[in-house]
Protein backbone atom coordinates (compact mmCIF):
# COMPACT_ATOMS: atom_id res chain seq x y z
CA UNK A 1 0.00 0.00 0.00
CA UNK A 2 1.06 3.66 -1.15
CA UNK A 3 1.37 6.02 1.49
CA UNK A 4 2.71 9.76 2.39
CA UNK A 5 2.33 11.13 5.54
CA UNK A 6 3.07 14.42 7.01
CA UNK A 7 4.77 14.95 10.41
CA UNK A 8 5.88 18.51 12.32
CA UNK A 9 3.61 21.49 11.71
CA UNK A 10 2.19 23.35 14.86
CA UNK A 11 1.81 26.83 16.33
CA UNK A 12 4.79 29.20 15.83
CA UNK A 13 4.79 32.92 16.42
CA UNK A 14 5.99 34.90 13.64
CA UNK A 15 9.68 34.63 12.77
CA UNK A 16 10.02 31.30 13.55
CA UNK A 17 11.04 28.48 12.23
CA UNK A 18 9.03 24.90 11.77
CA UNK A 19 10.69 21.46 9.66
CA UNK A 20 7.97 19.65 8.10
CA UNK A 21 8.53 16.02 7.19
CA UNK A 22 7.07 13.63 5.04
CA UNK A 23 7.80 9.92 5.06
CA UNK A 24 6.71 7.56 1.78
CA UNK A 25 5.91 4.33 2.10
CA UNK A 26 5.06 1.35 -0.72
CA UNK A 27 7.15 2.68 -3.53
CA UNK A 28 9.72 5.42 -4.53
CA UNK A 29 8.81 8.64 -6.57
CA UNK A 30 10.56 10.54 -9.03
CA UNK A 31 8.84 13.84 -7.70
CA UNK A 32 8.42 15.46 -4.26
CA UNK A 33 6.35 18.15 -3.44
CA UNK A 34 4.78 20.65 -0.92
CA UNK A 35 1.41 22.24 -1.43
CA UNK A 36 -0.53 23.99 1.10
CA UNK A 37 -4.05 25.69 1.71
CA UNK A 38 -5.53 28.74 3.80
CA UNK A 39 -8.99 28.61 4.55
CA UNK A 40 -11.22 30.12 2.22
CA UNK A 41 -8.29 29.91 -0.78
CA UNK A 42 -7.64 27.58 -3.25
CA UNK A 43 -4.58 24.83 -2.90
CA UNK A 44 -1.36 26.46 -4.08
CA UNK A 45 2.57 25.36 -4.73
CA UNK A 46 5.46 25.59 -2.15
CA UNK A 47 7.99 23.90 -3.25
CA UNK A 48 8.99 20.94 -4.90
CA UNK A 49 12.39 18.52 -5.51
CA UNK A 50 13.69 15.71 -8.22
CA UNK A 51 15.13 12.18 -7.65
CA UNK A 52 18.42 13.89 -7.70
CA UNK A 53 17.55 17.09 -5.70
CA UNK A 54 16.97 19.64 -8.11
CA UNK A 55 14.20 22.39 -6.56
CA UNK A 56 11.94 24.56 -7.38
CA UNK A 57 10.28 27.04 -5.11
CA UNK A 58 7.09 29.57 -4.83
CA UNK A 59 8.23 33.24 -5.01
CA UNK A 60 6.48 33.50 -1.89
CA UNK A 61 8.51 31.32 0.01
CA UNK A 62 11.78 31.76 -1.70
CA UNK A 63 14.68 32.08 0.65
CA UNK A 64 13.06 31.41 3.64
CA UNK A 65 11.95 27.33 3.05
CA UNK A 66 14.06 24.86 2.06
CA UNK A 67 13.07 21.88 0.68
CA UNK A 68 15.18 18.18 0.61
CA UNK A 69 14.85 15.12 0.39
CA UNK A 70 16.84 11.59 2.10
CA UNK A 71 15.75 8.75 -1.13
CA UNK A 72 17.35 6.24 1.31
CA UNK A 73 14.92 6.87 3.71
CA UNK A 74 11.96 7.63 1.15
CA UNK A 75 11.45 10.95 3.38
CA UNK A 76 11.12 14.99 2.21
CA UNK A 77 11.67 17.80 4.22
CA UNK A 78 10.61 21.02 4.13
CA UNK A 79 12.98 23.43 6.59
CA UNK A 80 10.56 26.87 7.40
CA UNK A 81 12.43 30.14 8.14
CA UNK A 82 11.13 33.13 9.22
CA UNK A 83 7.87 32.04 9.19
CA UNK A 84 4.80 34.97 8.40
CA UNK A 85 1.39 35.09 9.29
CA UNK A 86 0.47 34.80 5.67
CA UNK A 87 2.01 31.20 5.77
CA UNK A 88 -0.70 29.66 8.04
CA UNK A 89 -2.09 26.66 6.01
CA UNK A 90 -2.63 23.00 6.03
CA UNK A 91 0.50 22.16 4.53
CA UNK A 92 -0.01 18.43 2.18
CA UNK A 93 2.96 16.63 1.13
CA UNK A 94 2.78 15.00 -2.35
CA UNK A 95 4.32 12.31 -4.96
CA UNK A 96 4.58 11.42 -8.29
CA UNK A 97 6.78 9.80 -10.93
CA UNK A 98 6.71 13.22 -13.06
CA UNK A 99 9.59 13.76 -14.76
CA UNK A 100 8.89 17.43 -14.95
CA UNK A 101 12.10 19.49 -12.94
CA UNK A 102 9.20 22.21 -11.88
CA UNK A 103 6.26 20.15 -10.94
CA UNK A 104 4.06 23.24 -9.31
CA UNK A 105 0.87 21.66 -10.60
CA UNK A 106 -0.88 19.32 -8.52
CA UNK A 107 -2.12 16.97 -11.80
CA UNK A 108 1.47 16.45 -11.52
CA UNK A 109 0.97 13.98 -8.80
CA UNK A 110 -0.64 10.71 -7.98
CA UNK A 111 -0.52 10.50 -4.18
CA UNK A 112 -0.78 12.80 -0.48
CA UNK A 113 -1.09 13.28 2.76
CA UNK A 114 -3.83 14.34 4.92
CA UNK A 115 -1.67 17.20 5.63
CA UNK A 116 -0.73 19.19 8.75
CA UNK A 117 -1.85 22.43 9.83
CA UNK A 118 1.28 25.21 10.53
CA UNK A 119 -0.13 28.41 12.58
CA UNK A 120 2.45 31.57 12.62
CA UNK A 121 0.96 33.83 15.23
CA UNK A 122 1.63 37.42 14.93
Known amino acids: QVQVVESGGGLVQAGGSLRLACAAS??????MGWFRQAPGKEREFVATITWNSYTYYADSVKGRFTIGRDNARNTMYLQMNSLKPDDTAVYYC??????????????????WGQGTQVTVSA
Open 26 to 31: GRTFST
Open 94 to 111: AAGQSLATRASSPNRYDY
